[in-house]
């Protein structure tokens, strides 16, 4: 396979029908780190047919499943032998760094091997009762069919196999199109899953820009399902076109997400540098290019001198640079189009009134830091209010805004107080009022004294224009299955409803 095959399709990797090739960018510096086949519409139409054909035709759908749960453990162990090489490749790919990356394929080994698990433990099927002993009732799972999946650029390889895995698991077959930006990992994952033994046709990528192959995926009629990940505009119109098809759709839409910090979580020295170190944890990883960046700081008025003086201090000391880097603890942004964007919110923010305690700008050149790289320092803005665009926005970029509280019911208020709903934190020194307050709270995710984790046992979605279905957990499996009622008359007569 050359570097302009990057497309694979019923078994073949292969280049663009049309011949078109893209360059994928290292966000460090610029430099082109790879060429990648360009698909379009005819590329897509092929994928999505090999797809029909393995599920229709096809053994898969049927194979028992012990077989589908060994393959996926097989996968496992095959991201595991190439941990280090896929953890450069997502830090080259995304900027972030090499650690963050190693952290990925844990996580999506673990998913691939939860799955493998969750399908391995169910029955055959519910038994319902009818009320009567002359009938045999019961309701069973069943493959969705073909699966679009369209990943995003953030987190490329964990965001394909969240879709990926339980795909598989329920029996489907799938066409994945990775984000044009970000797309090396998933080539690499399905190299892993032929070398796994996945039948050909079964899994299919396409590697091109979201107009044609992202709404061609959506719009497809031979499509049963479209997941998505990204942003809202986007996911609007994914939704738009898969509607007259009436497939199912799964959108996971981004977040504004609330970390939510009560005075007495700081009433001793350890929890004080607790809140602010995990405040950064949720602002600034992977240059705060993550749905659920706890963007928003809401903290409370009697320590917010204290703890946005601290946090700026410890936010100028964050160590920017390649994440190839030893040391290096936070990458570039991964485009120029994403660094224009940090660039506009700051400015919006500034004009609005917002005060500006670090960063605010590009930081100075370095050998780990090339002038051509998209860097951007962390950013804190205090003084903040929900009229600010920044406040309201997805910026996706090392952002943290500052609003404050006095009471409960104003913490709430303001945690609650956005279109978005995917996740959000508390930090309290009071359990009771700590479970009170995530109780309230309208978003999917809710940590408590923590920031980030998952599990992939639990899922994973959010509320309101976060976007609808769940990833993860067992309701992650049942978006790609199919309820079935079979009802069995054990004892056939005629029902003598008609006199005739």
């Not at 650690?99 to 799955?115: H, I, K, M, N």
């Not at 009134?353 to 051509?372: F, H, I, M, N």
Request: glycine fraction near 10%.
């Amino acid at each position: 396979m050359s570097g302009l095959e990057t497309i694979h399709v019923d078994g073949v990797w292969r280049a663009a029908t049309a011949g078109d090739t893209r360059d994928v960018l290292n966000p460090a510096d610029a430099s082109v780190l790879a060429t990648v086949a360009e698909g379009g519409t005819e590329d897509t139409d092929a994928a999505v047919a090999a797809a029909r054909r393995a599920f229709d035709s096809g053994e898969w759908p049927g194979t028992p499943t012990a077989e589908r749960a060994a393959l996926l453990r097989r996968v496992a162990d095959l991201l595991q032998r190439d941990r280090e090489e896929i953890a450069l490749i997502e830090s080259r790919d995304t900027g972030k760094t090499v650690e963050e990356g190693r952290y990925d394929v844990d996580d999506v080994t673990s998913a691939f091997r939860y799955f493998a698990d969750l399908v391995m433990n169910e029955s055959g099927g519910r038994v319902v009762d009818a009320g009567d002993a002359d009938v045999h009732s019961v309701v069973v799972h069943e493959p969705v069919g073909v699966c679009a999946m369209i990943a995003p650029w953030n987190y490329p390889l964990l965001q394909a196999s969240w879709k990926i895995a339980p795909a598989l698991a329920a029996g489907n077959t799938f066409v994945v199109k990775p984000s044009e930006v970000t797309p090396l990992s998933t080539v690499h994952l399905m190299r892993l899953l032929v070398e796994a033994g996945l039948p050909a046709g079964v899994g299919n990528v396409v590697t091109g820009a979201g107009m044609p192959v992202g709404a061609r995926l959506a719009e497809h009629p031979d499509v049963d399902l479209v997941s998505f990940t990204g942003g809202l505009i986007s996911g609007v119109k994914v939704a738009e076109a898969a509607a007259p098809s009436v497939k199912k759709v799964a959108l996971e839409l981004g977040g504004k997400n609330p970390n939510v910090v009560f005075a007495d979580a700081c009433a001793t020295e350890e929890g004080f540098d607790t809140a602010v170190d995990q405040a950064l944890n949720a602002a600034f990883i992977h240059s705060g290019q993550v749905c659920s960046a706890g963007a928003r700081l809401i903290v409370e008025e009697s320590v917010r001198e204290r703890f946005v003086t601290e946090l700026a201090r410890r936010a100028e000391r964050i160590k920017l640079g390649r994440g190839t880097e030893k040391g290096v603890e936070c990458g570039p942004l991964v485009s120029q189009q994403q660094l224009d964007k940090t660039e506009d919110y700051v400015a919006s923010a500034l004009a609005e009134g917002a005060t500006l305690r670090c960063g605010g700008k590009r930081p100075e050149p370095s050998d780990v830091r090339p002038a051509s790289g998209y860097f951007y320092e962390p950013t804190v803005l205090d003084n903040c209010h929900r009229g600010m665009r920044v406040v309201r926005e997805e910026t996706f970029g090392p952002i943290l805004t500052v609003e404050t509280f006095t009471d409960e019911d104003g913490a709430v208020e303001l945690a609650n107080d956005t279109e978005y709903g995917l996740a959000g934190a508390v930090f309290s020194g009071d359990t009771a009022r700590a479970r009170r307050v995530a109780a309230r709270l309208r978003h999917g995710t809710i940590w408590i004294n923590d920031y980030h984790p998952y599990l992939p046992q639990a899922e994973w979605g959010g509320f309101g224009k976060s976007g609808v279905g769940r990833e993860l957990g067992l309701t992650g499996l049942d978006e790609y299955r199919e309820t079935k009622h079979v009802y069995e008359n054990l004892r056939p007569s005629p029902v003598r409803w008609f006199a005739g």
